[in-house]
């Protein structure tokens, strides 16, 4: 069965940066794409970022558009995602996912608090 | 990027169906055949339902369906069950981008 497992969360004060990771296992990790989505407390899902299964292409949400940066390491079954400048409206459930096109499988999600 | 328009809630007795609705436009939904709906419980991460407008993972019972006209994507539950209750997520691939539905609390009285 797929496993993706987020790490890295925690309370971070505005203008910080933090560093999160998603550890893969039970699949080919660099055959898929793989997503960031986030979900603030109470409200709908938000895509934040995708990366290609080779690293090479990535594409983000306006609204982390320079702030932030997906990565992965297909050596370590691992993706990254690297939050600058964090805000309080970046407060939410991260979560990484497999791709096939729009997601298929999630983790259970790293919580991100942005708060002085 | 805009979010994909949904309904906040609907609701339903056992037995019977619902239809969730999810509007994106030309650039989105419209577009590419490749909407996915979720189901969340609380607590829970989502759970894929639907991908590709209209096919199932394996393991999803057919009571779940979806198919899209023009730019609005549709997740129908027939024989709605007490399980079924959750929150349910549209999204659609847009090439350089994914956006998402609002959310959709599906209510079984």
């Known amino acids: 069965q797929v496993q993706l497992v987020e790490s890295g969360g925690g309370v971070v004060q505005p203008g910080r940066s933090l560093r999160l990771s998603c550890a893969a296992s039970?699949?080919?990790?660099?055959?898929?794409?793989m997503h960031w989505v986030r979900q603030a407390p109470g409200k709908g899902l938000e895509w934040v970022a995708i990366i290609s299964f080779s690293g090479n292409q990535e594409y983000y949400a306006d609204s982390v558009k320079g702030r932030f940066t997906i990565s992965r390491d297909n050596s370590k079954n691992t993706l990254y995602l690297q939050m600058n400048s964090l805000r309080p409206d970046d407060t939410a459930l991260y979560y990484c996912?497999?791709?096939?096109?729009?997601?298929?499988?999630w983790g259970q999600g790293t919580l991100v608090t942005v708060s002085s | 990027q805009s979010a994909l328009t949904q309904p906040r809630s609907v609701s339903g007795s056992p037995g019977q169906s619902v239809t969730i609705s999810c509007t994106g436009s030309?650039?989105?939904?419209?577009?590419?055949?490749?909407v996915s709906w979720y189901q969340q419980h609380p607590g829970k991460p989502p759970k894929l339902m639907i991908f590709?407008?209209?096919k199932r993972p394996s393991g999803v019972p057919d009571r779940f369906s979806g198919s899209k006209s023009g730019n609005t994507a549709s997740l129908t539950i027939s024989g709605l069950q007490a399980d079924d209750e959750g929150d349910y997520h549209c999204?659609?691939?847009?090439?350089?981008?994914?956006?998402f539905g609002g959310g959709t609390k599906v209510t079984v009285l």
């Open positions: 590709d407008v209209s």
């Open positions: 999204c659609s691939y847009a090439g350089r981008y994914t956006v």
């Open positions: 039970q699949f080919t990790f660099s055959d898929y794409a």
């Open positions: 996912a497999r791709a096939i096109t729009t997601p298929d499988y």
């Open positions: 030309s650039s989105d939904v419209g577009d590419y055949n490749y």
